[in-house]
């Protein structure tokens, strides 16, 4: 699709410029700001974050953002519950990507006890990873529609995200949160069938996504709002340890998919989209090309998938066959000492990350040969956005801040661990 023209009033420099000359306007005795708070009540704030903005007039001079409403402590609770029983707490992270956290939870522990995971599995995750990502970025397109008053769109991304949670609920029996991951593989398989209707909900949504370009794309109401609005450079935006979309939207093309390979992420063929004015016009665009090289990504796994098991046979990766624990006490002995102490990795430290939605989400465990881990990090991508998003703020008008905020896609659970 041909780049739009970005009129010269939005363009990154004139905003500068506008910022400037704000700041000096602040500065009179009689320009006292007003200060108010967003949310966290407010509901686009998620009932997690609380903003308190100084005005001048409509204008943004200050902003203070609060990201600490939610007290989930999930990182807390890994490190008291054993690594295979730890695995719910990440579905809850990004509650819209569950699969991506737990299977980049799931590879860290892999990588720690030195577990190879099966060909078909790898397959799977990479599928099932960027089915996920598609629900994901329609959710967080859907929200930025619905919030400047697009409501035909954001009821197209949703029915669409819906299909794909339906056929998750199919495979896992759960439409949201999954724990579908196991340390060494999954809960289980799915079938050709399976297999063979999610490549026709893929197909049947690539003629949504061209009525959703042609009701967005060029729409002046929804080019005033976003074009030139929540701009940030690449270098403040590295800087800020910002990955993911808002990263590529301001022209570097950082995807942790290319840059450390996982799965089966290089053995299919698929490109970065980057942006150019890191803008919320940029970011929703970065999205929706993004959803396009995911539908890509899945079709070719669809066509690529081998048979074979979905588990390793490694005895500390799953629970053994019930068969196996009812018909020997080996078996039984095994399936105990899993469920009760956990299986025990050797002792030191491990650092691995996937591309999630909003970006690098990696995890950084700590063992001392126990079955649970000694310490627990989760590098969440939102987070880190949150700590750039006043000064991306600041200088726009009230208004703004729903859009921009809308353009971070912050996830709570993300942020709350």
Same mark, same amino acid.
């Given at each position: 699709?041909?780049?739009?023209?970005?009129?010269?009033?939005?363009?990154?420099?004139?905003?500068?410029?506008?910022?400037?000359?704000?700041?000096?306007?602040?500065?009179?005795?009689?320009?006292?700001?007003?200060?108010?708070?967003?949310?966290?009540?407010?509901?686009?704030?998620?009932?997690?974050?609380?903003?308190?903005?100084?005005?001048?007039?409509?204008?943004?001079?200050?902003?203070?953002?609060?990201?600490?409403?939610?007290?989930?402590?999930?990182?807390?609770?890994?490190?008291?519950?054993?690594?295979?029983?730890?695995?719910?707490?990440?579905?809850?992270?990004?509650?819209?990507?569950?699969?991506?956290?737990?299977?980049?939870?799931?590879?860290?522990?892999?990588?720690?006890?030195?577990?190879?995971?099966?060909?078909?599995?790898?397959?799977?995750?990479?599928?099932?990873?960027?089915?996920?990502?598609?629900?994901?970025?329609?959710?967080?397109?859907?929200?930025?529609?619905?919030?400047?008053?697009?409501?035909?769109?954001?009821?197209?991304?949703?029915?669409?995200?819906?299909?794909?949670?339906?056929?998750?609920?199919?495979?896992?029996?759960?439409?949201?949160?999954?724990?579908?991951?196991?340390?060494?593989?999954?809960?289980?398989?799915?079938?050709?069938?399976?297999?063979?209707?999610?490549?026709?909900?893929?197909?049947?949504?690539?003629?949504?996504?061209?009525?959703?370009?042609?009701?967005?794309?060029?729409?002046?109401?929804?080019?005033?709002?976003?074009?030139?609005?929540?701009?940030?450079?690449?270098?403040?935006?590295?800087?800020?340890?910002?990955?993911?979309?808002?990263?590529?939207?301001?022209?570097?093309?950082?995807?942790?998919?290319?840059?450390?390979?996982?799965?089966?992420?290089?053995?299919?063929?698929?490109?970065?989209?980057?942006?150019?004015?890191?803008?919320?016009?940029?970011?929703?665009?970065?999205?929706?090309?993004?959803?396009?090289?995911?539908?890509?990504?899945?079709?070719?796994?669809?066509?690529?998938?081998?048979?074979?098991?979905?588990?390793?046979?490694?005895?500390?990766?799953?629970?053994?066959?019930?068969?196996?624990?009812?018909?020997?006490?080996?078996?039984?002995?095994?399936?105990? #000492? $899993?469920? =009760?102490?956990?299986?025990?990795?050797?002792?030191?430290? *491990?650092?691995?990350? @996937?591309?999630?939605?909003? %970006? !690098?989400?990696?995890?950084?465990?700590?063992?001392?040969?126990?079955?649970?881990?000694?310490?627990?990090?989760?590098?969440?991508?939102?987070?880190?956005?949150?700590?750039?998003?006043? #000064? $991306?703020? =600041?200088?726009?008008?009230?208004?703004?801040?729903?859009? *921009?905020?809308?353009? @971070?896609?912050?996830?709570? %659970? !993300?942020?709350?661990?």
């Amino acid at each position: 699709m041909a780049e739009i023209e970005i009129p010269a009033k939005y363009k990154v420099e004139e905003v500068l410029k506008r910022k400037e000359i704000l700041e000096l306007t602040i500065a009179g005795p009689t320009d006292e700001p007003m200060r108010i708070n967003l949310g966290p009540s407010h509901p686009a704030m998620h009932g997690t974050i609380k903003m308190i903005a100084e005005l001048v007039g409509e204008t943004i001079v200050n902003l203070d953002i609060e990201p600490g409403f939610l007290h989930r402590g999930m990182e807390k609770m890994c490190e008291v519950h054993n690594y295979n029983s730890a695995l719910p707490y990440t579905d809850r992270l990004n509650y819209v990507t569950a699969f991506i956290n737990n299977f980049g939870y799931a590879a860290t522990i892999e990588k720690l006890f030195g577990i190879e995971i099966t060909e078909r599995t790898s397959w799977l995750r990479t599928l099932f990873s960027e089915l996920s990502r598609i629900t994901d970025h329609y959710t967080c397109q859907a929200a930025i529609c619905s919030e400047i008053g697009a409501m035909t769109p954001f009821l197209y991304l949703m029915q669409a995200r819906d299909y794909i949670w339906e056929h998750f609920n199919w495979a896992t029996g759960a439409r949201q949160t999954y724990s579908y991951s196991r340390i060494g593989g999954l809960a289980k398989d799915v079938s050709r069938e399976w297999l063979d209707k999610a490549k026709e909900i893929l197909l049947d949504n690539i003629p949504l996504l061209h009525d959703v370009h042609g009701l967005i794309d060029k729409n002046r109401i929804f080019l005033d709002r976003t074009q030139g609005v929540g701009e940030i450079s690449k270098e403040d935006a590295i800087n800020a340890g910002i990955t993911g979309p808002f990263l590529r939207s301001t022209g570097c093309d950082y995807d942790v998919r290319k840059a450390m390979p996982y799965f089966k992420y290089d053995e299919v063929e698929w490109e970065v989209p980057v942006g150019k004015y890191g803008d919320n016009y940029d970011r929703w665009y970065i999205r929706m090309r993004e959803i396009e090289e995911s539908f890509k990504i899945c079709l070719q796994c669809i066509e690529k998938i081998p048979e074979g098991p979905v588990n390793s046979d490694d005895y500390m990766a799953h629970l053994p066959e019930k068969a196996e624990v009812y018909g020997s006490i080996e078996g039984l002995i095994n399936h105990f #000492k $899993i469920v =009760i102490d956990g299986p025990k990795p050797p002792k030191g430290n *491990i650092y691995h990350c @996937v591309e999630g939605a909003n %970006g !690098e989400l990696g995890y950084y465990v700590v063992s001392d040969g126990t079955g649970t881990a000694y310490r627990l990090h989760v590098r969440a991508p939102s987070f880190l956005i949150m700590g750039a998003l006043d #000064k $991306i703020i =600041i200088g726009h008008q009230l208004a703004d801040i729903i859009p *921009i905020f809308g353009s @971070v896609n912050m996830v709570g %659970g !993300e942020c709350d661990r």
